[in-house]
T-cell receptor, first 109, second 113 residues
Framework: GQSLEQPSEVTAVEGAIVQINCTYQ??????LSWYQQHDGGAPTFLSYNGLDGLEETGRFSSFLSRSDSYGYLLLQELQMKDSASYFCAVSEAGTALIFGKGTTLSVSS | KAGVTQTPRYLIKTRGQQVTLSCSPI?????VSWYQQTPGQGLQFLFE???????NKGNFPGRFSGRQFSNSRSEMNVSTLELGDSALYLCASTVGGRVDGYTFGSGTRLTVV
């Protein structure tokens, strides 16, 4: 079966940089995705990494190392509105998208 | 374009009853997945449907079932409700490939009393 590990909570201040790590154990791995969910809201897609390396989308970047079964989401120039839960999710051949338990990011001023 | 629509938004049911939740995906999206979200447990996978066929099923008891119609709309049913079924049930749709990213609905908040 699959398993994903990510920290349960991370705290940071406005303007800082924070990295949320995700390690996974799967077979037939396709790629790693990241989703953001604000309290009471729907999860929204942030990024997808199918190959090793860094993907950048504005203030957010995501990294994948397939050999290490490891990825991370990097959030720069943190803003209060970035306070949310962040989920990593793995895609496997022939199975559904499986999510980690999420990391709650709290940004303070 | 319209997003993923889930109805109803909130539901209160009594133990032992059954419930049906509905999900209308984005137009053109043929894949619909259902997740159960409870505090501390993240999103737990229930089912995935593609073109009216169940493609994958999560590790939930047989009380949880689903289906997809020819217009890609999907329903999930929970029979003999238990207190532990209280959760946010999320539906997500995608064109067909997971690399595209799922679009989630706002969910149905089910409370079992």
């Amino acid at each position: 079966g699959q398993s994903l590990e990510q920290p349960s909570e991370v705290t940071a201040v406005e303007g800082a940089i924070v990295q949320i790590n995700c390690t996974y154990q799967t077979s037939g791995f396709y790629g790693l995705s990241w989703y953001q969910q604000h309290d009471g809201g729907a999860p929204t897609f942030l990024s997808y990494n199918g190959l090793d390396g860094l993907e950048e989308t504005g203030r957010f970047s995501s990294f994948l190392s397939r050999s290490d079964s490891y990825g991370y989401l990097l959030l720069q120039e943190l803003q209060m509105k970035d306070s949310a839960s962040y989920f990593c999710a793995v895609s496997e051949a022939g199975t559904a998208l499986i999510f980690g338990k999420g990391t709650t990011l709290s940004v303070s001023s | 374009k319209a997003g993923v629509t889930q109805t109803p938004r909130y539901l209160i049911k009594t133990r032992g009853q059954q419930v049906t939740l509905s999900c209308s995906p984005i137009s053109g999206h043929r894949s619909v997945s259902w997740y159960q979200q409870t505090p501390g447990q993240g999103l737990q996978f229930l089912f995935e449907y593609f073109s009216e066929t169940q493609r994958n099923k999560g590790n939930f008891p047989g009380r949880f079932s689903g289906r997809q119609f020819s217009n890609s709309r999907s329903e999930m049913n929970v029979s003999t409700l238990e207190l532990g079924d209280s959760a946010l049930y999320l539906c997500a749709s995608t064109v067909g490939g997971r690399v595209d990213g799922y679009t989630f609905g706002s969910g149905t908040r089910l409370t079992v009393v």
